[in-house]
């Protein structure tokens, strides 16, 4: 039986990856700010979509999963600064495709959501 792949599995992946990623690199004073701001926004969304699984309603699910793509969203623009800077190389590269795969998803649960309601 094949198990089906869980989107929340996969939001906390990327927030892992995110810091493994970040953890490797120089900490260096050009990058100290790009690298916080990138590992509180990719495990936000993590924790926030992981809300979404004790929503009261399809109102309070909706807020959380848009608050949890706001959060990918805003790390997409920082592995965007990132690649402009040249930090990260081709982890980044990787992490940027999954990151726009999981704002595509989102985008897709949330429109669904919303027509239900």
Same mark, same amino acid.
């Given at each position: 039986?094949?198990?089906?792949?869980?989107?929340?599995?996969?939001?906390?992946?990327?927030?892992? $990856?995110? =810091?493994?990623?970040?953890?490797?690199?120089? /900490?260096?004073?050009?990058?100290?700010?790009?690298?916080?701001? %990138? @590992? &509180?926004?990719?495990?936000?969304?993590?924790?926030?979509?992981?809300?979404?699984?004790?929503?009261?309603?399809?109102? $309070?699910? =909706?807020?959380?999963?848009?608050?949890?793509? /706001?959060?990918?969203?805003?790390?997409?623009?920082?592995?965007? %600064? @990132? &690649?402009?800077?040249?930090?990260?190389?081709?982890?980044?590269?990787?992490?940027?495709?999954?990151?726009?795969?999981?704002?595509? =998803?989102?985008?897709?649960?949330?429109?669904?959501?919303?027509?239900?309601?």
């Amino acid at each position: 039986m094949e198990k089906k792949y869980d989107y929340l599995d996969r939001l906390i992946a990327f927030a892992g $990856d995110v =810091i493994l990623m970040v953890g490797g690199l120089s /900490k260096h004073v050009t990058g100290k700010y790009l690298f916080d701001q %990138i @590992m &509180r926004s990719s495990g936000s969304a993590a924790l926030n979509f992981g809300e979404t699984q004790g929503a009261g309603s399809d109102k $309070d699910y =909706i807020n959380k999963a848009r608050i949890a793509l /706001k959060e990918l969203r805003e790390t997409e623009v920082n592995l965007r %600064i @990132m &690649r402009h800077v040249n930090y990260g190389g081709e982890q980044r590269d990787k992490l940027h495709k999954e990151n726009i795969e999981l704002i595509k =998803i989102l985008s897709t649960i949330i429109k669904n959501r919303q027509n239900k309601v």
